[in-house]
Antibody, heavy 120, light 107 residues
């Protein structure tokens, strides 16, 4: 089970950290991911992080502003978001990323999401 | 970035109908494609990965096919619980990209 928290209202240019608590899975053995969905819109992949936290991939539009990290001792995944923009307003989902040896990859399960609203 | 074009964007169908949703990639992605179902207010759920592998626990009326650039999700006999929005996702090349979604509505 994955449970996100930390969403809320933040002003443009502000910062926020959202968290994802994992239970019922061996968290430290899996890649993890963040995805998002703007209100009434489709899904968008945001970031991936490997088991050790030393390999990360980001959506171009968040590179340099968002940082994904994890604490395996706490079974937790984080997304630190800085310089937030109105277009970052979305429900943010964490998901376990399953990866075959030579691809493909898939997300299962997903958390229930946490809403981040960027507005003045 | 690879563009994923889903069609149709919406469809109306009746219980028992056969439904087909297509997804076309702007370049070849092997079989690095998944299908996800999302119901209103809920998180997405994995249906199919590797283009045609049914996720454990997903009913066998769902099937996927395709490779390269053209992919299909088929629901062989639509059930009431299948009314939802469906998304394809390519995971071949970063940034991973979703199709725009197909909303399946009750006729």
């Amino acid at each position: 089970q994955l449970v996100e928290s930390g969403g809320g209202l933040v002003q443009p240019g502000g910062s926020l950290r959202v968290s994802c608590a994992a239970s019922g899975l061996t968290f430290s053995t899996y890649w993890m991911s963040w995805l998002r969905q703007a209100p009434g819109k489709g899904l968008e992949w945001v970031a991936n992080i490997n088991q050790a936290g030393n390999e990360k991939y980001y959506l171009d539009s968040v590179k340099g502003r968002f940082t994904v990290s994890r604490d395996n001792a706490k079974n937790s995944l984080y997304l630190e978001m800085n310089s937030l923009r109105a277009e970052d307003t979305a429900v943010y989902y964490c998901a376990r990323l399953l990866m075959a040896a030579a691809g493909p990859n898939w997300f299962d399960p997903w958390g229930q999401g946490t809403l981040v609203t960027v507005s003045s | 970035a690879i563009q994923m074009t889903q069609s149709p964007s919406s469809l109306s169908a009746s219980v028992g109908d056969r439904v087909t949703i297509t997804c076309r990639a702007s370049q070849g992605i092997r079989d690095d494609l998944g299908w996800y179902q999302q119901k209103p207010g809920k998180a997405p759920k994995l249906l199919i990965y590797a283009a045609s592998t049914l996720q454990s626990g997903v009913p066998s009326r769902f099937s996927g096919s395709g490779s390269g650039t053209d992919f299909t999700l088929t629901i062989s006999s639509l059930q009431p619980e299948d009314f939802a929005t469906y998304y394809c996702l390519q995971d071949n090349i970063y940034p991973w990209t979703f199709g725009q979604g197909t909303k399946v509505e009750i006729k």
